[in-house]
């Protein structure tokens, strides 16, 4: 369905949706359209609090990191 409409009108859905919507609708698409939809349509300021609502690390290393001090 989001393939279907413009550019400007994912833009403005986006920016309409609270966070916690986002984060529904992410997880209901695969994951190259997610990273495409993050990078383009989400604002920058946006996208660490929908990356932890999603249960993404605020730092990807962090769990190498623990891994390697268990380890």
Do not use: H
């Not at 996208?47 to 290393?61: Q, S």
């Amino acid at each position: 369905m989001i393939g279907s409409l413009s550019e400007d009108r994912i833009m403005s859905l986006m920016k309409e949706l609270e966070e916690d919507e986002v984060v529904d609708t992410l997880q209901e698409l695969p994951a190259n359209m997610v990273r495409k939809l993050m990078y383009q349509y989400i604002e920058e300021d946006r996208r660490p609090i929908i990356n932890e609502l999603l249960g993404f690390p605020k730092d990807p290393l962090v769990p190498l990191c623990r891994w390697f001090y268990l380890c």
